[in-house]
Each structure stands twice: as C-alpha cells, then as structure tokens.
C-alpha cells in the first residue's frame, strides 16, 4: 500500500499558509481538507497541493512527516520551488 506525505498550501486567504499531512489517498485527503472535514488546522481555508512524497512504509511517512512539519526551513523551500515552477 503506498503512502502518502503531502504539504498544502492555502489560497483563500492573503496571508500564505501550508499544511503538512499523512495519507494513503491525498487526492481524497484533499478534498476532505478543502469540505472542512480534515484537520481543524485547515477549516476555513481553501487548498492546493504543492508537495508529495511516495513511501513503501507507513512508519517511514510518518517520520518524515514529523521531520516535515517541524522543519520550517525545508518546507520554505518546497513553497519556494513551487512558487519559482509557477512563474
């Protein structure tokens, strides 16, 4: 089973804001996300996916899921990527 480690970032509001999750189906964990049934973090925003990563193992996701979102650095960077991609 493949999973999933995805970072968002919001579009519904001036200020930018990302999200970092765990899924084993982004594309729905999406949605859910942009309905207001994902985390509470992410209710009231409107979503698009900048970020994905493929693991073989759940407890290797969940790791780099946590080194994810407690990295700031490494997540400017991919919004920095991302940003530079789309101009």
Do not use: C, D
Not at 13 to 33: A, I, P, W
């Amino acid at each position: 089973m493949p999973h999933y480690v995805y970072m968002l970032k919001s579009i519904s509001h001036s200020k930018t804001k990302t999200y970092v999750g765990y899924s084993v189906n982004y594309k729905n964990r999406l949605v859910k996300h942009n309905l207001g049934l994902g985390a509470k973090s992410t209710k009231g925003y409107q979503w698009i996916l900048i970020y994905k990563k493929l693991f073989k193992s759940k407890s290797k996701a969940l790791k780099f899921e946590y080194e994810l979102k407690k990295n700031r650095k490494i997540r400017l960077t991919i919004l920095q990527e991302y940003n530079e991609q789309r101009s």
